[in-house]
């Protein structure tokens, strides 16, 4: 579907609403998270490795634990591709966890972003592989995932 300006009847750019959503997510904060009804639309449908939900409230109460679970969590958007109300980023997601002596994390992964006609996203998903960049981290499972993935090679 490709959106129209109801003034000109030429199709919608949603450039501007793709970098203001890039540049939020390069520079997101705790205290920014209030201003997600700025960039999402209060019905967005949001999926990641972990999660599956429609809504502003619980797609903010996502990001928002992402600071309680993490420390220093930051976002580096590397490829912005759009076309229409369709656009796809791949970022490096960086953190420390929290009480641990670990350090720093990196998790590389892809986001597939709809927009709506006012352009605020209307559906987000995430693609990552949560066994290579988080579990297989972790020293003890990180061990036994190793393992699982050289048997499943033969």
């Known amino acids: 579907m490709i959106f129209h300006d109801t003034m000109t ?12 959503l890039a540049d939020f997510y390069e520079k997101m904060t705790l205290e920014s998270c209030q201003q997600l009804h700025l960039i999402y639309a209060a019905d967005a449908f949001f999926k990641d490795p972990f999660n599956e939900v429609r809504g502003l409230d619980v797609i903010r109460s996502i990001f928002e634990h ?10 580096k958007i590397h490829t912005r ?26 998790i590389r992964g892809a986001t597939h972003l709809r927009f709506n006609a006012v352009g605020r996203v209307s559906y987000h998903r995430d693609y990552w592989d949560a066994a290579e960049e ?7 499972l990180g061990s ?9 090679r033969k």
């Open 66 to 75: 992402m600071f309680v679970q993490v420390d220093k969590p930051r976002f």
């Open 81 to 106: 591709i759009l076309q229409n109300n369709e656009a796809f980023l791949t970022w490096d997601f960086m953190f420390t966890m929290k009480n641990r002596s670990y350090e720093a994390q990196k």
């Open 134 to 140: 988080l579990y297989e981290k972790i020293p003890v």
């Open 9 to 20: 009847s030429a199709p919608m750019n949603f450039e501007k609403d793709l970098d203001m």
């Open 144 to 152: 036994l995932m190793r393992l699982l993935k050289r048997i499943a």
